[in-house]
């Protein structure tokens, strides 16, 4: 590899805030944070977003890897040990002095950062930490910080690491043990999931401590700074972890914003039904805020990855988001979406309405007496427009217009749902009808995904290029400014 050492700041950000493209486990932060006196800034649960990434995403972050030095040779990773790319390096005070500049002017709300292993997992932890602890009490930098954990780094680090931290994350990569032992060997579950199980500990403990502390000052209105009589509590990873004091934590929240991971779609061959499988046992099992999907994009050579000669499986990525918001906030199950007989998503249905067609002995439902609970079941009925429903059913009768009004996609949901005990005038509850009415959109909307690339931001001073000169009423009408 071509290190390059004698790069100026502006260059390292070019390479550096380039090299992070492809991890987009990269949200607004989920934390509220008031400013304080002798600090400069603070977080805000819904973020301010400012710009936008290359591939359309929108950020609020500056995201940036630490390095792309690497002593890991994934096979799949642009920053990969045999790559021949230009590597570079930011120390903790270039990070800072970014993150700090670009805040005073308003770029960014926050800073995400992430690097490649730099000699070994500890001592780019080392790095990472000293640049946070700078941030926070050198240059007493009160906003938002997500940082990726290193795998294999010392549990010690990782706990350090949460104290200084809003959102942690460690990429899982690939679903399966098989697939990172295929394509990142170097990487396993142990020592991705270790420290998973450590933060999710940890993010706990801090949160019981403080609700005890709360109530405790509210009760005997004292400003008290420890548990009652200096007592401590003490949790262990069942699989032999880290041990956390509870000292620390009642004085600073852990991981506030919770912690993500990633995955990458496309890579190895597992199906919709693994990876959603895999996902749900995140959130049940290490208290996960959010599981990111990454359509593989190929960007080396190498014969144990698939070729895509269709690109990136930008379709796939996409219904994987909707039913990982189906998991979190619609009360379906992986196993009720997909199973071993049907492992795919439906390329031209959202997960939601196939699964509505696979069970219209659940239809249609009446929008009147149905609970909470299956009007979200409904398609085209999201959390908010439910809650709408139930709250203003208890004032009278509901109408396909009012409904409408609450925010209900009727051209969906109206093959669903009957109000008063009729449907609407022409629907009818049949399968291969509701088919035919629906695949319309979902084409439409499936051939716009697919095509992201092909669309571009148009210019004011863009002339598209039109090769037919412009006719002679439409000369003179530009002329008087009637055009």
Known sequence: ?????????????????????????????????????????????????HSFSADGRCISLLKILFTNQCIHDCRYCINRRSNDVLRTSFTPEEVCRLTMEFYRRNYIEGLFLSSGVLGSP?????????????????????????????????????????????????????????????????????RILRPMRQIQQGIALSARLQGYDRELKRICGENRRGLAGGASLKTQDSAGGLILPSSCYEKERFVPGGQSTQMIVGATPESDYQMLAVTQAL??????????????????????LPSLPGGPPLLREHRLYQADWLLRFYGFRAEELLSEEKPDFNVFLDPKCDWALRHLEEFP???????????LRVPGVGVKSARRIVAARRQGTLTFQALRRMGVVLKRARYFITCGGRMEDGVRLDQDYITGELLGEEKRAAWEIQHRDCYRQLSLFDDMHLEKPPEGEDVFAALTGEL
């Not at 949460?162 to 396993?188: C, H, V, W, Y």
């Not at 099992?285 to 960007?299: C, D, H, M, Q, T």
């Open 1 to 49: 590899m071509l290190i390059q050492e004698n790069l100026n700041i502006q260059e390292k950000l070019r390479i550096l805030s380039d090299a992070a493209k492809y991890d987009v486990s990269c949200t607004s932060s989920g934390v509220r944070r008031s400013g304080r006196a002798g600090f400069l800034g603070n977080a805000s649960e819904a973020g301010i977003c």
């Open 122 to 190: 500890d001592h780019t932890m080392e790095l990472l930490y000293e640049t946070l602890l700078k941030l926070r009490r050198k240059h007493r930098f009160n906003g938002y910080i997500h940082v990726k954990t290193i795998p294999g780094a010392s549990p010690e680090l990782v706990e350090q690491m949460g104290f200084l931290a809003d959102r942690m994350s460690i990429n899982l990569e690939l679903p399966t043990a098989e697939g990172l032992q295929r394509l990142a060997p170097a990487k396993t579950r142990d």
């Open 283 to 304: 959130y049940e099992n290490y208290g996960l805020k959010r599981v990111f999907y990454s359509a593989y994009v190929p960007v080396n050579q190498d014969s144990s």
């Open 365 to 375: 439902v009446e929008v009147s007496l149905a609970p909470y609970s299956r009007l």
